[in-house]
């Protein structure tokens, strides 16, 4: 076998790694895309009351009560949230950027909670 032969066939290895490579970070970045999840908020209620995400998904919180005022925050240290007041008919989005396990309250309604697990 020739030098010249030797040297092309490595050529041809790489190029094939390359696209090998190319398409695994493609498949990668199309399974991890965020995703969008909806929650309720219903006679004083978060439904479901519990939810398991991914970190960069976002969860939509739908006022769903005709007559009441809520307002969602979430206080810890690794994710801090606040809505302000969600009037009837609003939705309200958070984006979950942090792995972790959050509890998702009510500032009017104390006993509403929704609990986010994000991997
Ligand atoms: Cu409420």
Redesign the pocket.
Known sequence: MSLKTEFRRARCSIAVAFTAGALTALGTVMVSAAADYTIS?KG?EFHPGEITIKRGDTIKIVND?AD?????YIDSPTFSFDSGD?TPGTVTPITFTVAGNFNVL????PK?LLVAHVQ
């Open positions: 908020q004083r009560d009441l005022l809520h307002h969602a969600q009510c500032a009017i309604h509403m």
